[in-house]
């Protein structure tokens, strides 16, 4: 059985950064798209960041020169190294995988999700 667990997350002050950790057990992380999501209170789930089995990835336009996606084949572990970070970027951070070979940031399309993660940026 598939299962993802966050862990990274934790409250900074604007201009700080944080690193976020998927760990995967009982699916190959390499295998998947693999995405980072968030959800501020009262607003909808958004994606964040991806990455596609062949290592390509995307991020959406806010985070662009800021958040950065990665993983660790060895250790079966996504990432989200999140850098200069704003006061809305507060929300809880979940990522998530689904077995195609294309990547959205569409919520319906996974599979898999972890638990998630808060992060609280002030100012």
């Known amino acids: 059985q598939a299962h993802l667990v966050e862990s990274g997350g934790g409250s900074v002050q604007a201009g700080g950064s944080l690193r976020l950790t998927c760990a995967g057990s009982?699916?190959?992380?390499?295998?998947?798209?693999m995405a980072w999501f968030r959800q501020a209170p009262g607003k909808e789930r958004e994606g964040v960041a991806f990455m596609r089995r062949d290592g390509t990835t995307g991020h959406i336009e806010s985070v662009q020169g800021r958040f950065t996606i990665s993983r660790d084949n060895a250790k079966n572990i996504l990432y989200l190294q999140m850098n200069s970070l704003k006061p809305e970027d507060t929300a809880m951070y979940s990522c998530?995988?689904?077995?195609?070979?294309?990547?959205?940031?569409?919520?319906?399309?996974?599979?898999?999700w972890g638990q998630g993660t808060q992060v609280t940026v002030s100012s």
């Open positions: 998530a995988a689904v077995g195609t070979l294309a990547c959205s940031f569409g919520s319906w399309t996974y599979q898999h």
């Open positions: 009982g699916l190959t992380i390499r295998d998947y798209c």
